[in-house]
């Protein structure tokens, strides 16, 4: 088992609904477990956060500031020989904790657990929040503005998989496919059974690479069953089929070079039904990760 450095990435700056950065200290609040060895707490700067829809920059010089911090915190916890878990905040965030891994990594792959394929560019986006951006960024696709703080190699579209994903906008499922990017649908997951959806993504993402990055979205979950995200989208996956997604990463945990758990938002939440299965999720990692 390794030892395990939970980071805090309390921010919520790439989306227009407030509460994500709550979720983090939420999680960690009462955490008590012998192999986490530290919890590091990083809040970003929200005062005058914008959320004007048609302003596609907004809270930008924040988010990079916030970001190139998470950055450098991951990197750190990388060179200690720990296991970095990134707790968010929004997707946003993974910006920093992705390319942090791959720059200590290697060449590395990524698996996407995602209802959104975040891979919006400035150009294409509609709703301007810049959590929309993060996997295209992370690909090297999305090119300006995001990433300065990074000097090393981006992601190989080729071992980028999406897992879970439904509500993609037009263009910016243009810009998968020209991408290239795997992308396994919920209807996928339903059809197939999450395991074998996993089991696949993990070999796309490790094919001719020294391992995965993996982040999990919360809104991969039905909202019904997992209302307290900041952008629900309908018809998700079940509870079964996102606890079968983490023991499939337990398995292949030899792979798994790092993990973010981003987007609980405790302000939208429900009798605390996605804090229950956050942390299901997180000490399912903690314990066995």
């Not at 992705?98 to 986006?125: C, V």
């Not at 999450?194 to 909202?223: F, R, W």
């Amino acid at each position: 088992m390794r030892e395990i450095d939970i980071i805090n990435a309390n921010t919520d700056l790439g989306v227009a609904v407030d509460g994500t950065c709550l979720g983090p200290d939420e999680l960690t609040k009462y955490l008590r477990a012998e192999n986490v060895k530290e919890i590091y707490k990083l809040y970003a700067n929200k005062e005058n956060k914008e959320k004007e829809k048609d302003n596609k920059m907004k809270n930008l010089d924040n988010l990079n500031i916030f970001n190139e911090k998470l950055y450098e915190i991951v990197q750190e916890v990388i060179d200690n020989k720990h296991f970095p878990l990134t707790l968010g905040g929004d997707h946003s965030l993974v910006i920093a904790s992705a390319l942090a891994s791959i720059s200590k990594n290697g060449n590395i792959g990524i698996i996407w657990i995602d209802a959104h394929g975040d891979y919006n560019t400035f150009e294409t986006t509609i709703t301007g929040n810049i959590h929309g951006l993060p996997l295209a960024v992370i690909d090297g696709y999305e090119k300006k503005y995001l990433s300065e703080f990074h000097s090393g190699k981006t992601y190989n579209p080729k071992n980028t998989v999406i897992v879970g994903g439904r509500d993609i906008d037009p263009l910016e499922l243009e810009n998968l496919k020209d991408a290239g990017v795997t992308i396994f649908t919920t209807e996928d997951v339903h059809n197939m059974g999450m395991n074998e959806i996993m089991e696949q993504a993990i070999k796309i993402a490790c094919d001719g690479t020294n391992g995965v990055h993996i982040s999990y979205d919360l809104d991969v979950i039905d909202p019904i069953l997992c209302p307290g995200v900041s952008v629900p989208a309908k018809d998700g996956i079940n509870i079964k089929e996102a606890y079968d997604a983490v023991d499939t990463i337990i398995k292949n945990k030899s792979k798994v070079k790092s993990l973010d758990l981003v987007e609980y938002n405790p302000l939208r939440d429900i009798d605390n039904k996605t804090k229950n299965i956050a942390k299901t999720i997180l000490k399912s990692l903690i314990n066995n990760i």
